[in-house]
T-cell receptor
Framework: KQEVTQIPAALSVPEGENLVLNCSFT??????LQWFRQDPGKGLTSLLL?????REQTSGRLNASLDKSSGRSTLYIAASQPGDSATYLC??????????FGTGTRLQVFP | NAGVMQNPRHLVRRRGQEARLRCSPM?????VYWYRQLPEEGLKFMVY????????ESGMPKERFSAEFPKEGPSILRIQQVVRGDSAAYFC????????????FGSGTRLTVV
């Protein structure tokens, strides 16, 4: 049974810091991995999608890497801003089937 | 492209009533998924549907919950005889029939049972 864990559970940093959020999964036979952002009381916004054959994806200040064999992904946020404050979720899928979500990292960036 | 549309955004029901949650997928998406987020918990898969077919309902509670995705119209998640423990945010996601393009989520329906 696939289990997805995210560390740390919460993070509070001053503006401008570079951050690394971690995601690990127990079954490496994934099809893809997706990082989402969730703002309080809101839905999920897709940030980055990494196919199992890829090593990383980049979008602006965000970079996500995937090491499928070790069951790990990291989300790197450069030069953090207060607007980055949200909960970050990683999720894996095994085909076109359901997503299995991690527990989330609650990020607060203060000015 | 209006994205994944869910309504209502907020729904209040008394114990024992029925709740109907609607989800219209993105244009061109034929796969719909429902997830539930209980307070202070992560998102859990409930059901995966294609037009007129339930593909995977392994996350659906065995009683009181049902889902459909008819040929015409939105997908419906139906909860009969709601109880306090059904209070949660229910999210719908859709994906295209082409493998590997990821999922797009709606803004969710927040159900409160009083």
């Amino acid at each position: 049974k696939q289990e997805v864990t995210q560390i740390p559970a919460a993070l509070s940093v001053p503006e401008g810091e570079n951050l690394v959020l971690n995601c690990s999964f127990t079954d490496s036979a994934i099809y893809n991995l997706q990082w989402f952002r969730q703002d309080p009381g809101k839905g999920l916004t897709s940030l980055l999608l990494i196919q199992s054959s890829q090593r990383e994806q980049t979008s602006g200040r965000l970079n996500a890497s995937l090491d499928k064999s070790s069951g790990r992904s990291t989300l790197y946020i450069a030069a953090s801003q207060p607007g980055d404050s949200a909960t970050y979720l990683c999720a894996v899928s095994h085909n076109t089937d359901k997503l299995i979500f991690g527990t989330g990292t609650r990020l607060q960036v203060f000015p | 492209n209006a994205g994944v549309m869910q309504n209502p955004r907020h729904l209040v029901r008394r114990r024992g009533q029925e709740a109907r949650l609607r989800c219209s997928p993105m244009k061109g998406h034929s796969h719909v998924y429902w997830y539930r987020q209980l307070p202070e918990e992560g998102l859990k898969f409930m059901v995966y549907l294609q037009k007129e077919n339930i593909i995977d309902e392994s996350g659906m509670p065995k009683e009181r919950f049902s889902a459909e995705f008819p040929k015409e119209g939105p997908s419906i998640l139906r909860i009969q005889q709601v109880v306090r423990g059904d209070s949660a945010a229910y999210f719908c996601a859709s994906s295209p029939p082409i493998v590997g393009y990821g999922y797009t989520f709606g803004s969710g329906t927040r159900l409160t049972v009083v």
